[in-house]
């Protein structure tokens, strides 16, 4: 399974940035898609998830109201939109794919897209 995740790079607080993840029609139509995240010296987080069967979509409460999950089907692409970007939300930004809600239920991890937020 493959996850290609693009769309990192170097913007300044309260800028947008929107980051996409593409794989294959099988890998999407199958399982739940998302975003973690892992900034310098923590451990990597839960940033937001789509489950393609239900349309449901979560966020983190550190996230919610700025960063925007959705999907393109025809694409088998799932995108973040994020905006009012913060310097905390430096991270390496990973794509995800795995079970329902994905919190703890990965199966797949992309290669990771680095996101610098300037104060």
């Known amino acids: 399974v493959q996850l290609q995740g693009v769309g990192g790079g170097l913007v300044q607080a309260g800028d947008s940035l929107s980051l996409a993840c593409a794989t294959s029609?099988?890998?999407?139509?199958?399982?739940?898609m998302g975003w973690f995240r892992q900034a310098p010296g923590k451990e990597r987080e839960f940033v937001g998830a789509t489950n393609w069967s239900s349309g449901r979509i979560s966020y983190a409460d550190s996230v919610k109201g700025r960063f925007t999950i959705s999907r393109d089907n025809a694409k088998n692409t799932v995108y973040l939109q994020m905006n009012s970007l913060k310097p905390e939300d430096t991270a390496v930004y990973y794509c995800?794919?795995?079970?329902?809600?994905?919190?703890?239920?990965?199966?797949?991890w992309g290669q990771g897209t680095l996101v610098t937020v300037s104060s």
């Open positions: 029609t099988r890998t999407f139509s199958s399982y739940a």
């Open positions: 995800a794919a795995g079970l329902w809600p994905l919190v703890r239920t990965v199966r797949y």
